[in-house]
């Protein structure tokens, strides 16, 4: 099959969110099933171009029309593992050093910015990348037969494909997939005036597609393409009219009874496996599958001797600076409990979960320690902060980001925590099991996927106390039962790996939605 991706980012080119490590798995896996892909991005400033081979600038150079502006367009084109890459060049997009928000870079340029917010011209950004594809499409007269568009921000592809430029993609099926609808997350118009300014689509289209006052791309999308989403639980959510989580999106879904596909996202492997250091990034191998641990256990005794060590304060990595509260005890003899927690620091991932968790949690048991990586909302940092000073030798927080940490962070733990009160997929969970760290999350979305008792531990409702309660069973399963910890280890990191590699995914549930 020939097939489009269209996406903002993608991993090892443009990274960002979880978004770039689906669309990247899901279209190495395709290609590498002898289907030809393509993908488009914008080329942005930030753009990591190690990947690419046999990159050119192609001729065509076009204007386009687009909030009242006309803007100067071009394409480039390369190839990544057997994915054909299609770079949309324009300035907006060259001038930006990340791909959605402000970092300290370009504020350089943008000095009004505020590092972690998104760029004022995101509609801007979006909706000329989308017409951008439709006009490669039309001047190249090259169509496929499946163009699938990764989340919101460029879910308004399909209608504009098909209302604009009828002739090219009359023939054409089109798929948006839903990543996240939480209300950060719609890449929304404020009304059909701004819509029209933007998009260039008719009053009647845009009006079908509103929320209240604001158009919507992803019911834009509803009249020309199939929608799915990343897991069959969070499709199910999505339909539920009593969903408070996607900001009115569910209950437009569940009166229109839209159908949306539910496809677990799988996970690449081969990037993770612990059994060797060179691919998982951590400094000791170890294999969960074999029940061969000792490797795991001396990754947390490095990781506490350099980052998790009293008198830290601040730690650089890869020029990323990590900013170090509280401490943790050193532990020669493996004896304490250890769970760890990685992500964003906001309120969807639970963290104010996690903090009314910590007193009682330590009230309880002298031998649990807690691990917590991330960086997000600065009131959720500063009271872990708070909390890891007021726990010496038992609590550290390691806030920022950086890849060999973050998976480090999640070794080291015997069991991970995943008190999100929305989750459209999950990837962290899967990572957890690879590395023999037993996720412990909130019945929701797409962490439904862990089985209760094979793959990890799942609770509700997602409140400090109910959470508690497992965690008391499972330090208990822990110490009286070590064989049983030892066989779930084995049960949660063999059920990845038959049931969510992306070569399963990609072949056995996306080529047959794609044919339907």
Request: with cysteine; aromatic share 12%.
């Amino acid at each position: 099959m020939k097939i489009w991706m269209i996406a903002r980012e993608y991993n090892g080119i443009a990274e960002a969110g979880g978004v770039k490590n689906a669309v990247c798995s899901l279209s190495e896996e395709l290609a590498n099933s002898q289907n030809e892909i393509t993908l488009f991005i914008p080329e942005y400033g930030c753009t990591n171009f190690s990947k690419i081979i046999d990159y050119k600038n192609l001729q065509s150079q076009s204007l386009i029309h687009c909030n009242d502006q006309d803007y100067s367009v071009s394409f480039a084109e390369g190839m990544c593992k057997n994915v054909h890459i299609v770079f949309v060049k324009a300035d907006v997009y060259k001038e930006k050093q990340n791909v959605y928000t402000y970092n300290q870079k370009d504020l350089e340029k943008f000095p009004d910015g505020v590092v972690g917010t998104g760029y004022k011209d995101s509609l801007l950004l979006d909706i000329l990348f989308q017409k951008a594809v439709c006009v490669y499409a039309k001047e190249y007269g090259k169509v496929p037969e499946v163009i699938h568009c990764h989340d919101a921000c460029v879910a308004a592809f399909p209608a504009i494909a098909k209302v604009l430029f009828p002739e090219v993609f009359e023939k054409v099926k089109m798929i948006v997939s839903i990543h996240n609808a939480g209300p950060a997350y719609h890449h929304e118009f404020s009304d059909i005036i701004q819509a029209e300014k933007y998009t260039g689509l008719p009053y009647d289209v845009l009006a079908s597609s509103l929320n209240g006052q604001r158009v919507e791309p992803y019911i834009l999308a509803t009249n020309f393409a199939k929608l799915s989403t990343v897991s069959y639980d969070y499709a199910q959510e999505l339909l539920d009219v009593n969903n408070h989580n996607t900001d009115g999106l569910s209950e437009i879904f569940y009166s229109r009874k839209i159908p949306i596909e539910g496809i677990t996202n799988g996970i690449d492997i081969n990037s993770y496996t612990p059994e060797d250091k060179n691919i998982s990034l951590l400094p000791f191998e170890f294999s969960p599958s074999e029940k061969s641990l000792s490797g795991k256990y001396e990754c947390r005794k490095f990781f506490i001797e350099k980052f998790a060590r009293q008198g830290n304060s601040e730690i650089t990595l890869c020029e990323n600076v990590i900013k170090q509260s509280g401490y943790l005890e050193p532990d020669e003899d493996n004896k304490n409990i250890y769970f760890s927690f990685h992500g964003r620091l906001v309120r969807q991932k639970g963290i104010p979960v996690i903090i009314e968790l910590i007193d009682k949690l330590f009230a309880e048991h002298q031998n649990v320690r807690l691990i917590i990586n991330g960086q997000g909302e600065r009131y959720l940092q500063d009271e872990l902060s708070k909390k890891a000073e007021q726990y010496p030798g038992k609590l550290v927080f390691l806030c920022g980001y950086e890849r060999s940490l973050a998976r480090l962070c999640t070794a080291c733990g015997d069991f991970a925590l995943f008190p999100s009160e929305f989750e459209p997929c999950g990837l962290e969970d899967f990572i957890a099991q690879i590395y023999g760290t037993i996720p412990i999350a909130h019945s929701t979305g797409g962490l439904k996927k862990i089985v209760n008792g094979k793959s990890g531990f799942t609770y509700s409702p997602n409140t400090s106390d109910r959470l508690l309660l497992v965690l008391n069973e499972v330090i208990k399963n822990k110490e009286c039962s070590p064989d049983y910890y030892l066989d779930l280890i084995k049960s949660a990191a063999d059920y990845v790996k038959e049931n969510y590699s992306w070569h399963i995914v990609a072949n056995q549930r996306y080529v047959p939605f794609y044919q339907s």
